[in-house]
T-cell receptor
Framework: KQEVTQIPAALSVPEGENLVLNCSFT??????LQWFRQDPGKGLTSLLL?????REQTSGRLNASLDKSSGRSTLYIAASQPGDSATYLC?????????FGKGTSLLVTP | DARVTQTPRDKVTEMGQEVTMRCQPI?????VFWYRQTMMQGLELLAY????????DSGMPKDRFSAEMPDATLATLKIQPSEPRDSAVYFC?????????????FGPGTRLLVL
């Protein structure tokens, strides 16, 4: 079974900092990996999807990288803003089911 | 703007009562997923349908949970009888493909509280 670990579990930073969220997974035989954002009491918003053949994917201030062979993905957030405060979830897909990590809870303070 | 819809958004019920949650997948999508989110376990897959056929329900407690797709536009998840440990947020997601890594689009979830 795919095990997904996200580090750190929680992170508090001042506005403007660049930050890195880490995700590791045990089964490297994946089709793709998605990063989601979840606001308190809300659903999941897909941020980025990286196919297994890709190394990076970018959307605005977000950049996600994937090293499939080592079972690692990184979400980089540039110039963080208070509106980025949320929980970020990593989910590799080995077939039909997404396997989620517990998430990184991010707080960006003004 | 195509979206997955779920009803109800919130449900409070008493132990022993039947609970039915509904999901309308994005029109044209052929795969439907039910996930459950709890503080302890995070997000876990409960059931997976492709072309309305249930292909995996191994994540569901068989004695009390059931999932169906009466038609292509409706998926249901039922709990009977409900228990306090079923309190969680239940998400439905849909996709288009053969279950080989296609993108999944999530609904807003149903927040269930069983007293």
């Amino acid at each position: 079974k795919q095990e997904v670990t996200q580090i750190p579990a929680a992170l508090s930073v001042p506005e403007g900092e660049n930050l890195v969220l880490n995700c590791s997974f045990t089964d490297s035989a994946i089709y793709n990996l998605q990063w989601f954002r979840q606001d308190p009491g809300k659903g999941l918003t897909s941020l980025l999807l990286i196919q297994s053949s890709q190394r990076e994917q970018t959307s605005g201030r977000l950049n996600a990288s994937l090293d499939k062979s080592s079972g690692r993905s990184t979400l980089y957030i540039a110039a963080s803003q208070p509106g980025d405060s949320a929980t970020y979830l990593c989910a590799p897909n080995s077939g039909y089911a997404l396997n989620f990590g517990k998430g990184t809870s991010l707080l960006v303070t003004p | 703007d195509a979206r997955v819809t779920q009803t109800p958004r919130d449900k409070v019920t008493e132990m022993g009562q039947e609970v039915t949650m509904r999901c309308q997948p994005i029109l044209g999508h052929n795969t439907v997923f039910w996930y459950r989110q709890t503080m302890m376990q995070g997000l876990e897959l409960l059931a997976y349908f492709r072309n309305r056929a249930p292909l995996d329900d191994s994540g569901m407690p068989k004695d009390r949970f059931s999932a169906e797709m009466p038609d292509a536009t409706l998926a249901t998840l039922k709990i009977q009888p409900s228990e306090p440990r079923d309190s969680a947020v239940y998400f439905c997601a849909s996709g288009l493909g053969q279950g080989l890594g296609e993108t999944q689009y999530f609904g807003p979830g149903t927040r269930l509280l069983v007293l």
